[in-house]
T-cell receptor, first 114, second 114 residues
Framework: DAGVIQSPRHEVTEMGQEVTLRCKPI?????LFWYRQTMMRGLELLIY????????DSGMPEDRFSAKMPNASFSTLKIQPSEPRDSAVYFC????????????FGQGTRLTVV | AQTVTQSQPEMSVQEAETVTLSCTYD???????LFWYKQPPSRQMILVIR??????QNATENRFSVNFQKAAKSFSLKISDSQLGDTAMYFC???????????FGSGTKLNVKP
C-alpha cells in the first residue's frame, strides 16, 4: 500500500477563496483523522471519522471549515472562505479502527493563504 | 482534559552519543497509551515507539527506548548511538484507551551533529 495520500502537497491561495484538501486513507482502514499543525498551536485534531461517519468534530475551528467522507477511500477538508490565519500544514491520518492505536500519517498539505 | 508537555524546544547531540528527550503529561485516566512520533524535514509523521500504560516494562525499539514513570506521569525517550538520520522534530503524544484521539506535545527539535 502506498500509505495515506494527500493532495495537493502545497497550496497557495488568496484570502476569501475556497480551498479543498484531499485525503485517501490506507485501504482497509476504518478511522480517518484531520490534524492541523501550526507553530503557535502545534498539532491539533480537527475532526475524525469512523466508518465514514464524523465522530468528533470539536476541533473544527469555525463554520468556515467542513469535512466530508463520502466513502471509505476518500475524504475532503474544505475551508470557505479562507483567511491568512488558516495557513498551516494539514495532515490526514488513518488507522484500522477506533481501538487501534497506530495511526499512519500522510505527508501533509502546506496551505498558505495570502 | 489531557495535556502533554515537552519542555525542551531544541536539543543537540553528537553522532554516536546518547540523548534523552523529556515528556510529561497530565491525565486522570488510568488506562491509556503514550507515543513518540518523529517528524523529519520531509514532514512525514513516523511512529517511533508506543507504550501501554498498563505495562510496567519500558518499550524498546532497536536504538530507541522509553523511561515510563506512571506515578510521575513522565515518558522520556532515549536515543542510543544517535545517527544523522535521527535529526527531526520529536513529538510526544497521549491517547485514551478505546478513543484513538491523539493529544500532542509541542515537540522537541533534535539536531544530530557529525
Amino acid at each position: 500500500d502506498a500509505g495515506v495520500i494527500q493532495s495537493p502537497r502545497h497550496e497557495v491561495t488568496e484570502m476569501g477563496q475556497e480551498v479543498t484538501l484531499r485525503c485517501k486513507p490506507i485501504s482497509g482502514h476504518n478511522s480517518l483523522f484531520w490534524y492541523r499543525q501550526t507553530m503557535m498551536r502545534g498539532l491539533e485534531l480537527l475532526i475524525y471519522f469512523n466508518n465514514n461517519v464524523p465522530i468528533d468534530d470539536s476541533g473544527m475551528p469555525e463554520d468556515r471549515f467542513s469535512a466530508k467522507m463520502p466513502n471509505a477511500s476518500f475524504s475532503t477538508l474544505k475551508i470557505q472562505p479562507s483567511e491568512p490565519r488558516d495557513s498551516a500544514v494539514y495532515f490526514c491520518a488513518s488507522s484500522l479502527g477506533p481501538r487501534d492505536t497506530e495511526a499512519f500519517f500522510g505527508q501533509g498539505t502546506r496551505l498558505t493563504v495570502v | 482534559a489531557q495535556t502533554v508537555t515537552q519542555s525542551q524546544p531544541e536539543m543537540s547531540v553528537q553522532e554516536a552519543e546518547t540523548v534523552t528527550l523529556s515528556c510529561t503529561y497530565d491525565t486522570s485516566e488510568n488506562n491509556y497509551y503514550l507515543f513518540w512520533y518523529k517528524q523529519p524535514p520531509s514532514r512525514q509523521m513516523i511512529l517511533v515507539i508506543r507504550q501501554e500504560a498498563y505495562k510496567q516494562q519500558n518499550a524498546t525499539e532497536n536504538r530507541f527506548s522509553v523511561n515510563f514513570q506512571k506515578a510521575a506521569k513522565s515518558f522520556s525517550l532515549k536515543i542510543s548511538d544517535s545517527q544523522l538520520g535521527d535529526t527531526a522534530m520529536y513529538f510526544c503524544a497521549f491517547m485514551k484507551h478505546a478513543l484513538n484521539k491523539f493529544y500532542f506535545g509541542s515537540g522537541t527539535k533534535l539536531n544530530v551533529k557529525p
